[in-house]
């Protein structure tokens, strides 16, 4: 049998570790990350967006700039809440360093004007409701652009970099994933009767915060492929997903993209999934992506979990790019074709996301046996993009070559008549995956979704109990944006004292096992 191109998953027993161990240097405690935040030119910018010019009637001036409260922003998702923050910038070795971070962008002078200690919490709830929320859409903007200028400038996404489509290095994609902020309380009505003593009781209820699906693959409520083909009979079909949990809460995807090594993960947006959005998380998701692959030329795909179904890897195919993810538990073998030839015949299904020949057994029976890939390829037209699998069809007179396409469901007039892929009923981008699930690259490659899930470890660990610290989707994505913020802060200050990134581990995703590059 043909080696494949992606090659066997390797058990867990034995997988290497290659990940390297943190030690006390790789620490960041939060006076260091107070001083990179003070320090990170981005957060300067982003707060000139709310520089306001004085209307004809001129009142008092602010005892505070606007770039204030955005550091106020950027430290509370260090501190985990605006009473701690409040009260750490009254000390004034504190507030030293604010001053000289202001100094090192604004000038001496500026940082000269500032009061001697930093605002109190009343203050910053008044810039909260008074000039931060109402321009909410314009932060997340140029929060946006001025990430992924960011990411570019620390050596991610490079547009100039080798490409190996069939094994793509972690810094040159974008992993993004849905979280659920618990709710800042518990009640979800406004009052409650107590029903021994008859005292009515009022509840402060969060009007952002719902039941929300957590620690599921499919949370788009878009039911799996039901187009009608023949089922495999000799195959198991049973793949219901896991129990979910419920968490009361509000919901925000989040896209980032990281070198290897410690603190060097750059987020690049996010959005609020309000519980009713037509087409949940993923179509949000989706959004979100989209708008980073338009600005990035350098990115050469996604990674997210079960969320994204056939009809969202078609949307990423289509642009030249790759959605990498794991097959939906659900999804059942699949008729494709058969490949008839002088003296043989090859009936061809879909299962795993990848082709399959099945193989008719002396006791009656058929199993599946994966094709090899040899090649993935990536062809251009006018106005899309075109994948293939080049596989090895092993046969009685040696092997052949077969292409067949994967992760796009053509539609008609793409495809001779009654040939495209809705016409036969077949969804493609739900059943053959660019990258197959259960292959040694994807085993690789995936593990970069999966380290998503640290970065949500770290918003939850910055929220004072573990809970959102503010009521409504406005106020809660500006906690969310500060969280960003600092994080980015870090980001950057890290990559000014190692811009080799001379602590991330070897990339081993594009390199074989005797240490050369894969050929795509």
Known sequence: MPDDLFGDRVPRTQRKKTARRACETDLR???????????????????????????????????????????????????????????????????????????????????KRLPKTGPSRH????????????????????????????????????????????????????????????SPTLSTQPYSEDTTTGEIRRHRVDPASSWQKEGGADRTGNAPDQSPANEDPGQNTE???????????????VFSTRHRGYFRRVFLNYAHVPHDQEGGEAAVALDLACSILEAADGCMGVLYDGAFRGMHRDVIARRGRLLINKQHKGTRPRYIRTLSYRRCRHELWSQGGRVHERAYLDNGTSTLIPLPVRKLERRASTHTHRWYHLLTVPGPRGPREHREPVGITTTPGERDEGQSDTETGFHRAEHLLQIPDDTAVHQTIYGGREDTEAGFSQ??????????????????????????????????????????????????????????????
């Not at 969280?483 to 594009?510: C, H, I, M, V, W």
């Open 239 to 253: 793949g219901s997903e896991s129990d979910e949990a419920m968490v009361l809460g509000t919901k925000f995807v």
């Open 123 to 182: 203050q910053w709830q008044h810039a909260q409701r008074k000039l931060l929320v109402p321009r909410l859409e314009e932060l997340n903007a140029t929060f946006t652009d001025l990430a992924l200028t960011q990411a570019l400038r620390q050596g991610l996404l490079p547009s100039d970099a080798r490409r190996c489509w069939s094994s793509p290095q972690r810094h040159q994609l974008i992993a993004g994933d849905g979280t659920v902020a618990k």
């Open 29 to 111: 405690t939060s006076s260091r990350r107070v001083k990179d935040v003070a320090r990170f030119e981005d957060l300067y910018r982003l707060a000139a967006i709310l520089e306001l010019s004085p209307g004809p009637r001129r009142g008092r001036p602010p005892e505070y700039p606007p770039y204030v409260y955005v550091l106020f922003l950027a430290l509370r998702g260090i501190h985990g809440s605006a009473r701690y923050c409040a009260g750490d910038l009254q000390d004034t070795t504190i507030w030293k360093k604010i001053r000289k971070g202001v100094a090192h962008h604004l000038g001496t002078d500026e940082a």
């Open 459 to 520: 918003f939850d660990r910055s929220l004072w109990n573990r809970r959102m610290i503010a009521f409504g989707a406005e106020a809660q994505s500006l906690v969310v944006l500060g969280f960003l913020l600092a994080q980015n802060a870090t980001s950057a200050a890290r990559y000014k004292e190692d811009p080799t990134y001379a602590d991330a581990d070897p990339e081993t995703t594009g390199l074989t096992d005797e240490g050369k590059p894969r050929r795509s």
